[in-house]
Nanobody
Framework: EVQLVESGGGLVQPGGSLRLSCAASGFTFSSYDMIWVRQAPGKGLEWVSAINSGGGTTYYADSVKGRFTISRDNAKNTVYLQMNSLKPEETAVYYC?????WGQGAQVTVSS
């Protein structure tokens, strides 16, 4: 059974940093691209970032480029999203997505 479990969310002040993790199981992690998507309160889904299976190619939404970094550890079946210089409008539930499945999400709240 495919499982994606996000962790690392929480409350952070504007300008602060958080690192999200997504632990994957139930599929050959190293063979699949991984994606982060977020949904702010009352808004639609927004694609945030992606990384290819080997970790050598990364993609970012323009809104997060230069502030967020996606990475993966195929030995640990885990993908990460380092988020720096966070803004209040980035308050959202952040989801890890792969092989057509979604994790339960991690709440990130950016507020003073």
């Amino acid at each position: 059974e495919v499982q994606l479990v996000e962790s690392g969310g929480g409350l952070v002040q504007p300008g602060g940093s958080l690192r999200l993790s997504c632990a994957a199981s139930g599929f050959t992690f190293s063979s699949y691209d991984m994606i982060w998507v977020r949904q702010a309160p009352g808004k639609g889904l927004e694609w945030v970032s992606a990384i290819n299976s080997g970790g050598g190619t990364t993609y970012y939404a323009d809104s997060v480029k230069g502030r967020f970094t996606i990475s993966r550890d195929n030995a640990k079946n885990t993908v990460y999203l380092q988020m720096n210089s966070l803004k209040p409008e980035e308050t959202a539930v952040y989801y890890c997505v792969a092989v057509g499945r979604w994790g339960q999400g991690a709440q990130v709240t950016v507020s003073s």
